[in-house]
Protein backbone atom coordinates (compact mmCIF):
# COMPACT_ATOMS: atom_id res chain seq x y z
CA UNK A 1 0.00 0.00 0.00
CA UNK A 2 2.69 2.86 0.82
CA UNK A 3 5.28 0.78 -0.90
CA UNK A 4 4.47 2.26 -4.17
CA UNK A 5 3.97 5.30 -2.93
CA UNK A 6 7.63 5.15 -1.31
CA UNK A 7 9.37 3.74 -4.16
CA UNK A 8 7.85 6.70 -6.19
CA UNK A 9 9.28 9.33 -4.06
CA UNK A 10 13.26 7.66 -4.17
CA UNK A 11 12.83 7.95 -8.19
CA UNK A 12 11.90 11.45 -7.53
CA UNK A 13 15.01 12.61 -4.92
CA UNK A 14 17.30 10.11 -7.79
CA UNK A 15 16.12 11.95 -10.27
CA UNK A 16 16.70 15.45 -8.42
CA UNK A 17 19.71 14.59 -7.77
CA UNK A 18 20.86 13.95 -11.23
CA UNK A 19 19.70 17.09 -12.17
CA UNK A 20 21.39 19.13 -9.84
CA UNK A 21 24.76 17.32 -10.15
CA UNK A 22 24.72 17.37 -13.98
CA UNK A 23 24.12 21.30 -14.11
CA UNK A 24 27.48 21.42 -11.43
CA UNK A 25 29.39 19.59 -14.21
CA UNK A 26 28.29 21.96 -16.42
CA UNK A 27 29.67 25.31 -15.00
CA UNK A 28 32.68 24.02 -13.89
CA UNK A 29 34.12 25.70 -16.65
CA UNK A 30 31.87 28.49 -17.17
CA UNK A 31 34.41 31.52 -18.00
CA UNK A 32 33.45 30.71 -21.92
CA UNK A 33 29.72 30.48 -21.75
CA UNK A 34 27.93 33.24 -23.17
CA UNK A 35 26.19 34.77 -26.48
CA UNK A 36 28.13 33.60 -29.36
CA UNK A 37 29.92 36.12 -32.30
CA UNK A 38 27.78 37.35 -34.65
CA UNK A 39 29.36 36.98 -38.15
CA UNK A 40 29.58 40.25 -40.04
CA UNK A 41 30.17 41.97 -36.35
CA UNK A 42 32.78 44.89 -36.65
CA UNK A 43 35.81 43.76 -33.62
CA UNK A 44 38.13 46.88 -34.16
CA UNK A 45 39.80 48.92 -36.83
CA UNK A 46 43.06 47.59 -37.56
CA UNK A 47 44.93 50.49 -36.31
CA UNK A 48 43.84 48.80 -32.68
CA UNK A 49 45.92 45.65 -33.26
CA UNK A 50 49.79 46.67 -32.19
CA UNK A 51 52.24 45.16 -34.85
CA UNK A 52 54.08 42.33 -32.94
CA UNK A 53 51.30 41.75 -30.36
CA UNK A 54 47.27 41.32 -30.42
CA UNK A 55 44.11 42.56 -28.74
CA UNK A 56 41.76 39.81 -27.04
CA UNK A 57 37.84 40.58 -27.71
CA UNK A 58 35.93 38.54 -24.79
CA UNK A 59 32.52 38.60 -25.60
CA UNK A 60 33.23 37.70 -28.97
CA UNK A 61 35.67 34.70 -27.66
CA UNK A 62 38.21 35.62 -30.16
CA UNK A 63 42.43 36.98 -30.43
CA UNK A 64 42.98 39.52 -33.51
CA UNK A 65 46.42 39.31 -34.14
CA UNK A 66 49.05 41.13 -36.45
CA UNK A 67 51.87 39.08 -36.09
CA UNK A 68 53.56 41.96 -39.04
CA UNK A 69 52.68 44.70 -40.58
CA UNK A 70 49.32 44.46 -42.26
CA UNK A 71 48.96 40.46 -41.37
CA UNK A 72 46.11 40.21 -39.40
CA UNK A 73 44.82 36.69 -37.92
CA UNK A 74 42.57 35.61 -35.59
CA UNK A 75 42.20 32.56 -32.91
CA UNK A 76 39.24 31.53 -31.02
CA UNK A 77 39.93 33.23 -27.12
CA UNK A 78 38.96 30.07 -25.40
CA UNK A 79 42.13 28.34 -23.95
CA UNK A 80 42.91 24.60 -25.05
CA UNK A 81 43.51 23.57 -21.92
CA UNK A 82 40.66 24.19 -19.29
CA UNK A 83 38.10 26.67 -21.35
CA UNK A 84 39.54 30.15 -19.52
CA UNK A 85 39.39 32.87 -21.97
CA UNK A 86 43.11 34.13 -22.06
CA UNK A 87 43.86 37.18 -20.42
CA UNK A 88 46.93 38.95 -22.13
CA UNK A 89 48.96 39.10 -25.43
CA UNK A 90 52.48 40.07 -24.92
CA UNK A 91 55.89 39.32 -26.22
CA UNK A 92 54.75 37.30 -29.13
CA UNK A 93 52.36 35.12 -27.07
CA UNK A 94 48.67 34.88 -25.90
CA UNK A 95 48.62 34.05 -22.25
CA UNK A 96 45.92 32.42 -20.54
CA UNK A 97 46.19 33.15 -16.77
CA UNK A 98 44.11 30.14 -15.89
CA UNK A 99 47.41 27.78 -16.06
CA UNK A 100 49.80 29.79 -17.70
CA UNK A 101 49.33 27.99 -21.39
CA UNK A 102 50.32 30.59 -23.90
CA UNK A 103 49.97 30.94 -27.65
CA UNK A 104 52.22 31.97 -30.58
CA UNK A 105 50.17 35.04 -31.96
CA UNK A 106 51.17 33.71 -35.15
CA UNK A 107 49.49 30.34 -35.89
CA UNK A 108 48.22 29.81 -32.19
CA UNK A 109 50.67 26.96 -31.71
CA UNK A 110 51.05 26.06 -27.62
CA UNK A 111 54.59 27.73 -26.41
CA UNK A 112 54.02 27.01 -23.04
CA UNK A 113 51.43 24.45 -21.54
CA UNK A 114 49.74 22.59 -19.69
CA UNK A 115 47.37 23.28 -23.08
CA UNK A 116 48.73 20.99 -25.25
CA UNK A 117 46.34 21.79 -28.31
CA UNK A 118 46.46 25.19 -30.41
CA UNK A 119 44.39 28.10 -30.31
CA UNK A 120 41.55 27.46 -33.25
CA UNK A 121 41.80 29.44 -36.16
CA UNK A 122 38.80 32.37 -35.86
CA UNK A 123 37.75 33.86 -39.47
CA UNK A 124 37.41 37.27 -39.19
CA UNK A 125 37.55 39.76 -42.52
CA UNK A 126 39.80 42.82 -42.81
CA UNK A 127 38.04 45.92 -45.19
CA UNK A 128 39.36 49.01 -45.47
CA UNK A 129 40.52 49.81 -41.41
CA UNK A 130 37.81 47.56 -40.10
CA UNK A 131 38.42 44.18 -38.85
CA UNK A 132 34.73 41.90 -38.63
CA UNK A 133 34.04 38.42 -37.96
CA UNK A 134 33.51 36.22 -40.70
S1 LIG B 1 42.58 27.03 -18.83
FE1 LIG B 1 44.20 28.09 -19.84
S2 LIG B 1 45.98 27.24 -18.96
FE2 LIG B 1 44.39 26.14 -18.02
Known amino acids: MTLPASRRTVLLATGTAALA ?5 QD ?8 SPTPGQELARTADIPVGGGRIFKDAKVVVT ?18 CIVATVADGTINCACHKSSFAI ?29
Not at 21 to 25: E, K, L, Q, R, T
Not at 28 to 35: R, T
Not at 66 to 83: I, K, L
Not at 115 to 123: G, H, Q, R, S
Open 106 to 134: GDGAVTAGPATEPLPAAKIAVKGDAITLA
Open 28 to 35: AGGDASGP
Open 66 to 83: QPAQGDFRAFSAVCTHQG
Open 21 to 25: VGCGA
